[in-house]
């Protein structure tokens, strides 16, 4: 058997307790060792292969993993934060589907909402932002051109910005050109949750200075929009004019 597990976002603690059971139960532990904390692989119990897979092709991950199941061992396939966002699990449980290979997935606590916690901010705020978008710039790897930031900038939802810390003046000149302002908030998390967490306020102008003064060229999220401000209007569900199914409200409407 084979599970997929998310890390989490760095910190050890924020491993679910269902992937730290996995991890202590593993015979063989295939982890990204340029994203993974390294600290996770303490509670792995003695005698288990733990393999960095950061130099490895994905035809030699699924050759590992064929060979535990062949032997009877059971694999983990660490993969940091949640796996199925930018985890490219879909193609290791493709190759596993095609050899007849049992897999599951245990998620994990994502980075972006390690870099809001950080903040600390939220990203669905009542007349501000009911949206979130998840997403990346086309870099090496391409982007659908339905996808391009601009396109997705003209919607001005709260946005997390994955694996984008290297093309900031890309990043900026995109947004703009979807109608955010120079001036508009936005934020920098530099390995949130790990012990050098950095929280860099700024501005969509400002994104690649303020990068370069900190020296956070990668391994950190980019977050814009209004949500970053902090204003928003109250809550309906603790209103206590408004009427929902645990609570009658005192509105003259409540009936």
Not at 57 to 71: I, Q, W
Not at 137 to 155: F, I, N, Q, Y
Not at 186 to 198: E, G, H, L, T
Request: hydrophobic fraction near 45%; charged fraction near 20%.
């Amino acid at each position: 058997m084979v599970h997929f597990v998310g890390a989490g976002p760095g910190a050890v603690d924020l491993i679910t307790v269902r992937g730290q059971k996995l991890i202590a139960s593993a015979d063989v532990i295939l982890y990204a060792g340029s994203l993974v904390n390294p600290e996770l692989l303490s509670g792995a119990k003695p005698g288990c292969d733990c393999l960095n897979t950061a130099t490895m092709t994905l035809e030699e991950v699924v050759a590992r993993m064929a060979r535990a199941e062949a032997e009877g061992q059971t694999t983990v396939r660490l993969h940091t934060g949640d796996p199925s966002i930018y985890g490219a699990i879909r193609e290791q449980m493709d190759r596993l589907d095609a050899l007849g290979i049992a897999y599951d997935v245990t998620p994990g606590v994502s980075s972006f909402c390690a870099s809001a916690a950080a903040i600390p901010a939220e990203f669905t705020l009542p007349g501000q932002s009911q949206t979130v978008i998840i997403t990346r710039m086309a870099g090496r790897t391409p982007v659908p051109e339905k996808e391009r930031m601009s396109a997705l900038a003209a919607h001005r939802a709260s946005m997390a910005i994955f694996l984008s810390a290297g093309l900031l003046e890309e990043l900026t000149a995109e947004l703009v050109e979807g109608g955010y302002s120079p001036d508009d908030p936005a934020a920098i998390v530099y390995k949130a949750s790990w012990p050098d967490q950095k929280v860099l306020r700024c501005t969509v102008g400002t994104l690649a200075e303020t990068a370069r003064q900190a020296g956070a060229a990668r391994t950190a999220m980019i977050l814009v929009g209004g949500f970053l401000d902090g204003g928003c209007e109250r809550s309906l569900l603790y209103d206590p004019g408004f009427t929902h199914m645990f609570r009658k409200g005192t509105a003259p409407d409540a009936d």
